[in-house]
DNA sequence: GCGGATCAC
DNA sequence: TATGGTGATCCGC
């Protein structure tokens, strides 16, 4: 790579302009409309709320602001009548439970801002002054950082998923449609004049896009578009930084040495060449830094490009007149206090900047200044390069309150999760249970776990005990997060974890694979360490072998395994163990008659009762739920739990209409 | 260190 | 009728 890469003093600290957020497939990844605008004027008539909204008064302009979500600021549907539009979502969403939730969040906003404008009362002209002193020492230092040698390029494609979509059905091209299910993705731009907007609910899409026609993701394809292009791009800097399926970072410096071309050509060039080969428009931000590129991608926005020079000069008066809300790392929430104190464009920041010293955190202020100067990372590597900090599954379901039901939906997020850890060969020493009330209030627990875990069973373990504590509780979402990770594919240290916990949680996956049981009798010690390090691996889907790259992009999006609950009854022997059981906390009377639930068929069953009559017992391992012996492998004792867990289901229903016959009877 | 929040995509 | 999932970071206690 290149000469230079001293990375500046405010490469991060805050918001990731290039590398950080990172690019995982199961997640469903929004596109940031954008949107084909000869000038920042045409929202701004409407951005401003309130004084704009005569109608709406008492904070129902900032409330048709925040419902009309993050799109407002780059929409420019020319043409649109953003206000209905608005109303429309309004009208629609009023009344419901997210309704109110964000009617909540706007209130307690308002309180917040407000707080900030008294605070601002407060500051004395004395504190000005010395504050000023501190500002412009910290302004010369981050001055003292700005590179302006490199050219680095931001590559965003339009509309992404739709018009991946369009090739494949060239007659959605004149129509509305969007790419999505329940939330858009994205939609095309004929979708896009009637005010649809990514992240918006069908629903509210359908009512004013009634003919709007939704596709549903369909991921292998976006990835084998994406691949394309990243191969395009990679010719251009073989450290291209991708952060997700639509959205790259380039740094072209040595490239356009190399050949001696002027960079603006030579981003066209790439341009041309992607639309050439893959018929997929994409629009680019070349500047001195990343956080520049990625603006300047969204300004001549479908299918163009942006050039910022690379001085001083030019890099401060884009940045001046540039509103805040378009840097990535200001959202709404920002946006709104630094409004409240004057500060609408990056231009006024440096004159506010005293005052901001007197009421954000000094990481906030290093951030705008920042932001006023136009620095920014130059350095651009591997997504793949930064480390990984935490991985998680959540769910979203109907509102249940019932334990064995929310149990159930726990236990499929420790699946998932475990799926996703032992593709990626990882485990954590801390784990989080993430709920959203069916309020929508969000609440979280954490606890740390000692040893490192990544399997099915000792998260719902875990999680289960944090779980029942908030208990009884209605939820619209269950999540688990694994934190202080540990990447078991690094030889050294884990070898003492990994032969430590062979026995227990191991031994899932060293039979799973179907490769397994056979060479773990006893081997060497690297033996065992490449065995296990292999067999975990092959755990994961059969697919590819995912390793490093290619395993972060692709195979977590494909359809999840169709985890097929045995909808089997009962049959019972519960063992001794203490293990949590799902039912535990409806008073459970050891005496009850409905202890002994009723005998019937069960898939899983009859393997355990043949393991537990004493065959090999090294692939057996405790089920989570009731505590018994069954097989470790992993469909097997999926199937087990998921059993164990609707079997919870019914011993509760009958403890319900039981309790309730006592009380009317 | 934990829990709540914000932000990006 | 009805509003997503993953990852990172920051802030206030």
């Given amino acids: ?55 709406r008064s008492g904070g129902e302009g900032e409330l048709h602001h925040r419902l009309l979500g993050p799109s407002l600021q780059k929409s420019g549907q020319d043409g649109v009548d953003q206000v209905a539009v608005s109303d429309i979502i309004y009208q629609a969403s009023a009344g419901s439970k997210y309704f109110e939730h964000q009617k909540q969040k706007e209130k307690e906003l308002t309180k917040k801002v407000e707080a900030i404008l008294k605070q601002a009362e407060k500051v004395s002209k004395q504190d000005l002054a010395a504050a000023k002193v501190l500002v412009d020492a910290l302004v010369n230092k981050l001055e003292s950082t700005r590179i302006l040698d490199q050219t680095i390029v931001h590559i965003d494609c339009d509309a992404f998923y739709a018009s991946v979509e369009e090739l494949d059905f060239p007659e959605l091209k004149e129509k509305p449609f969007a790419v999505g299910n329940g939330v858009l993705c994205t939609c095309n731009y004929e979708a896009r004049k009637f005010g649809v907007r990514s992240a918006m609910a069908e629903f509210v899409a359908r009512k004013i896009c009634p003919q709007l ?30 952060m997700t399926l639509d959205e790259a970072y380039l740094n072209i410096t040595e490239y356009c040495q190399r050949v001696g071309k002027d960079r603006e050509l030579v981003v066209q060039e ?77 231009g006024d920041i440096y004159e506010k900047a005293p005052l901001l010293h007197e009421l954000f955190s000094d990481i906030n202020l290093s951030f705008l200044l920042d932001c006023y100067l136009g620095l920014g990372s130059t350095v651009i590597k591997p997504i793949e390069q930064y480390e990984r900090k935490s991985i998680s599954c959540e769910t979203t379901f109907r509102d249940l309150s019932s334990p064995s039901e929310i149990k ?8 998932d999760l475990e799926k996703d850890c032992k593709r990626l060969n990882i485990a954590g020493r801390k784990l989080g249970l993430k709920m959203k009330k069916h309020t929508y209030e969000a609440l979280s627990r954490q606890r740390p776990v000692a040893k490192p875990i990544n399997s099915a069973e000792d998260l719902y373990k875990y999680g289960v005990q944090m779980l029942e504590k908030e208990m009884p509780i209605t939820i619209r979402l269950i999540g ?34 179907g490769s397994g049981g056979a060479e773990e009798t006893d081997a060497a010690a690297e033996d065992i360490e490449e065995d296990l390090g292999f067999m975990i691996h092959s755990q994961g889907d059969s697919g590819p072998n995912y390793r490093s790259w290619s395993k972060a992009h692709t195979a977590a999006n494909l359809p999840s395994a169709p985890t097929e609950s045995s909808a089997g009854s009962s049959s019972r022997k519960r063992s001794s163990s203490s293990q949590p059981d799902f039912s535990s906390e409806a008073p459970t009377d050891p005496t009850s008659p409905l202890t002994p639930p009723p005998p019937v068929p069960d898939p899983t069953p009859t393997d355990d009762r043949i393991k537990d009559e004493g065959g090999p017992a090294a692939e057996q391992v405790a089920c989570p739920v009731c505590g018994n012996l069954v097989s470790g492998e992993p469909s097997a004792l999926n199937q087990h739990v998921d059993w164990c867990l609707s079997r919870g289901a019914i011993l509760e229903a009958v403890q319900e209409t039981y309790t309730k016959r006592l009380k009317t009877g």
């Fill in 480 to 513: 688990l997060r694994l934190t202080e990770l540990v990447d078991l594919s690094v030889e050294g240290p884990m070898k003492t974890f990994l032969k430590g916990s062979r026995r227990s949680t191991q031994v899932l996956a060293d039979t799973s694979g």
């Fill in 213 to 242: 026609i939704v596709l549903p993701l369909n991921f292998p394809k976006y990835i084998a578009k994406s691949n394309a292009i990243k191969a395009i791009l990679s010719e251009y800097d073989p450290n291209i930084c991708a």
């Fill in 270 to 346: 790439i341009r041309d060449r992607v639309y050439r080969e893959t018929q997929l428009t994409v629009s680019a931000g070349i500047g001195p830094n990343s956080r520049v590129a990625k603006i300047a991608s969204n300004m001549n926005k479908p299918n163009g490009q942006f050039v910022i020079a690379n001085d001083r000069e030019s890099v401060m008066e884009f940045m001046r007149t540039l509103e805040v809300r378009k840097v990535t790392g200001v959202g709404y929430v920002l946006e709104r206090q630094l409004n409240a104190v004057g500060v609408i464009k990056c």
């Fill in 1 to 55: 790579m290149a000469t230079v890469g001293n990375k500046t003093e405010s490469e991060r600290a805050r918001p990731p302009s290039p590398p950080p957020a990172r690019s995982r497939t199961t997640s469903v990844q929004l596109e940031l409309l954008p949107r084909a605008r000869s000038e920042s004027a045409p929202f701004e008539s409407r951005s401003r709320t309130n004084s704009e909204n005569p109608g």
């Fill in 408 to 415: 159930q939906k726990l236990w499929q997020v420790a699946t």
